[in-house]
């Protein structure tokens, strides 16, 4: 099972772009939208929010186990996951929730260029400045509301672990609806599904909360 537990990575973003004067607008385009991207749930200080989890494992044990619990985020890059399970299995389980950083901190972590831009969806590659597992991850971008669709992680020693997600408006803040991933690993598969619900914004959290005591 922690073949699980490390097969998310954390990412991060900046951008670079050809030097060319024909590319002059392209470069602007992807500066607004890294901008934007930074600017997106602006003034969203802290949430709970309750979150569903269906995991689906396709290499033994082949367990099929659902959670319910709460997922939390405080400013700057504060994120936690906490399920209402027994705790061994909360434990294995708690950090299927992939976690990528605010795109604010990215470029203090990772290094980026634009990978492709289909007119909607901007693709970003980032490579980590720190040599370690996480070969690049590539994520892709919704031009019109600079929210992030997809992100896909890509490993040194082989496979892939890619989510895909829908957002939702509530206020001026973009929150996360679902989220749908494909864990494809040497030895390790699964399919996990994530809901959220019952968004509570701006509230209080506690930072004992981001304190990680599976370790």
Request: charged share 20%; aromatic share 12%; glycine share 4%.
């Amino acid at each position: 099972m922690s073949k699980l537990l490390h097969a998310f990575a954390f990412a991060t973003l900046a951008a670079t772009v050809a030097a060319l004067p024909v590319a002059a607008d392209v470069e602007a385009q992807n500066g607004d939208l890294f901008h934007r991207m930074t600017m997106v749930n602006a003034h969203l200080k802290s949430f709970k929010a309750d979150l569903h989890a269906d995991v689906s494992l396709k290499t033994f044990p082949y367990l099929s186990p659902s959670l319910d619990g709460n997922v939390y985020f405080k400013q700057p890059d504060k994120q936690a996951v906490v399920f209402d399970t027994v705790p061994v299995l909360a434990a294995q389980f708690k950090k299927v929730y992939p976690r990528i950083e605010p795109p604010a901190e990215w470029p203090n972590i990772y290094n980026f260029t634009v990978a492709g831009d289909d007119g909607g969806v901007t693709t970003f590659r980032l490579v980590p400045k720190k040599h370690g597992r996480v070969a690049h991850l590539d994520v892709k971008t919704d031009d019109a509301t600079a929210t992030i669709k997809s992100m896909t992680w890509n490993y040194e020693d082989g496979g892939y672990v890619t989510f895909d997600q829908t957002m939702t408006k509530q206020s001026e803040n973009y929150l996360i609806k679902s989220m749908t991933g494909h864990v494809e690993l040497p030895s390790y598969k699964a399919e996990v599904s994530l809901a959220y619900s019952n968004y509570k914004l701006n509230v209080p959290v506690a930072d004992s909360v981001f304190v990680d005591t599976s370790k």
